[in-house]
């Protein structure tokens, strides 16, 4: 039953990560790992990814230098409620994870404020990751831990869903694939789950006429063939 449901949370998250890259591809059109990236930063650099990253990092070196400050900020069962929030900053799944989740917001982050505007990108990280922390300690799921990646999944599922109702090219159904792997992950009780759904209904809203992003100063990184500028 372990082995079942090791499967289907890598299998989930293979559906979402997947889907996300391509579609961020696609977004900054880039030819190569390091050309995206230069995209991504390009100038005007957004200022919000800035500071999520330098945050990131900055709490990278307080957790190696004070490791207490792990169990401190975590959560926990029958913690405060606030921890719902201080969570997101500590990466407690050592060093593997911390660099996988800083590398993804690096990625995720710019494109995120560029398509969505600072604001925007900023409300749907900080909504996803919380509300995946709150029902992780609410319901018991995984009641101990923390990290952003749930906040990052919450990123990824809003640019999905918003591209899916945007977008027009038959390409984009695969995106679909996300709000599903968002749902089996809450199907066994994976806080991901909750930040990518959390985030795929964020993503909706936005594309909504006259609340998207070209109300609110967002713009593309590249525009995909078949689809307006912002």
């Not at 990466?91 to 911390?98: E, F, I, R």
């Amino acid at each position: 039953m372990v082995g079942a449901v090791t499967v289907v949370k890598y299998a989930g998250a293979a559906a979402v990560v997947l889907p996300g890259w391509l579609l961020i591809r696609q977004l900054v059109s880039g030819s190569h790992p390091v050309d995206m990236l230069r995209r991504c930063w390009r100038r005007p650099v957004p200022v919000a990814a800035v500071a999520l990253v330098v945050l990131f990092v900055a709490m990278a070196v307080v957790q190696t230098v004070y490791p207490q400050v792990l169990t401190t900020l975590q959560r926990e069962p029958g913690g405060g409620w606030w921890r719902c929030g201080t969570a997101l900053l500590v990466q407690t799944s050592g060093w593997v994870q911390l660099l996988f989740n800083l590398a993804a917001l690096i990625v995720v982050a710019p494109v995120a404020a560029r398509v969505f505007g600072s604001v925007r990108m900023i409300v749907t990280f900080l909504v996803s990751g919380v509300a995946a922390q709150a029902v992780s300690m609410v319901a018991g799921w995984s009641p101990t831990g923390g990290g952003d990646s749930v906040a990052i999944c919450g990123l990824v599922g809003a640019l999905a869903v918003w591209y899916l109702l945007r977008g027009s090219d038959l390409r984009r159904w695969s995106l679909l694939l996300v709000p599903i792997a968002g749902a089996v992950l809450c199907l066994i009780a994976n806080n991901h789950g909750v930040g990518v759904l959390t985030g795929c209904l964020l993503g909706a809203a936005y594309a909504l006429p006259g609340i998207g992003p070209d109300r609110a100063g967002g713009h593309r990184v590249a525009a995909p063939a078949g689809t307006a500028t912002h």
